[in-house]
């Protein structure tokens, strides 16, 4: 999967804002103070942005990092340009703009680093990034970064639950290669809802709360949401090259049934995952 392709980041913006917890929300926004510190880590093109201020979060300071350049170029103009669509005053600066009263940033850098280099931060958010990075490591920045009583915010984890339906024969097989092709790779994690959980538990902070987060995509009316098939055809083509070096009809099979699904808008995706939120005690 291209984490890197900007349509693919845009078209997902709705899964996400759909199983993004209600409740893990309320208790992220109950505990920020009135003006707050943000760091994004792994902030792509920016999405979860527009949900801050429309969540009331419209002023501090919002710096969003990612090691694609080119993301980074597509946040910055997109975001503006959403903005003022929805008749939001935005005032371009220097280094990024100001909506409201937040002064928003994006910059090419890698997350982990900014962690260490960046302290007294209130608010770490890593959407669908938990699974990218290694667990300690990712804890151990956060609580480098966060000011005491700070709040690590890590929605859209991915939690080892990969399902389609209807139902094939290949699917448990299918499974099992595309989370252990996930987990061959250095720092990923296929079941890394659960390994954060485990790890703030042991360390000196609150896991405030877990939810579910699941992904559920499935066509309506004949046709998919937005752009959603174009997330379901992207997620194909990342099992296709995690099958690639294993060879048996039944898989060749399963993509070619997929595939063939998804083109008569048939095929359902569901990917388990969990919203976490994590405090550092207080001063």
Not at 199 to 208: I, S, T, V
Not at 252 to 264: C, F, H, K, Y
């Amino acid at each position: 999967m291209n984490h890197a392709d900007p349509r693919y980041l845009e078209a997902k913006r709705s899964l996400d804002s759909r199983a993004r917890s209600r409740r893990i929300r309320e208790k992220l926004l109950a505990a920020l103070p009135e003006k707050p510190t943000i760091v994004e880590i792994g902030c792509g093109t920016g999405t979860i942005l527009p949900q801050l201020v429309e969540w009331g979060v419209d002023r501090g300071r919002y710096r969003g990092v990612d090691t694609a350049e080119h993301l980074i170029a597509f946040a910055q103009d997109a975001r503006t340009a959403e903005f003022r669509h929805e008749g939001i005053p935005v005032t371009e600066q220097e280094q990024g703009f100001t909506v409201g009263e937040l002064s928003v940033t994006f910059e090419q850098a890698d997350g982990l680093e900014v962690l260490e280099t960046t302290p007294d931060v209130d608010l770490v958010i890593g959407q669908a990034f938990g699974d990218l990075v290694g667990v300690s490591k990712l804890v151990t920045g956060l609580e480098s970064a966060l000011a005491p009583g700070g709040l690590a915010y890590l929605p859209i984890t991915f939690d080892g639950g990969t399902i389609f339906q209807p139902d094939h024969p290949a699917d448990r097989a299918v499974e099992q290669a595309y989370h252990e092709f996930i987990d061959a790779e250095p720092g990923r994690d296929s079941q890394a809802g659960r390994h954060l959980a485990e790890a703030f538990r042991r360390r000196k902070g609150d896991l405030l709360g877990m939810a579910g987060s699941d992904w559920i995509l499935r066509p309506h009316g004949g046709t998919y949401p937005v752009d959603e098939g174009y997330v379901l055809r992207t997620i194909l083509d990342f099992i296709e090259s995690a099958l690639s070096e294993r060879t048996g009809s039944d898989r060749t099979d399963w993509l070619a049934t997929r595939r063939g699904q998804l083109a008569a808008r048939e095929l359902t995706y569901v990917a388990h995952q969990y919203d976490l939120l994590y405090q550092l005690p207080g001063s």
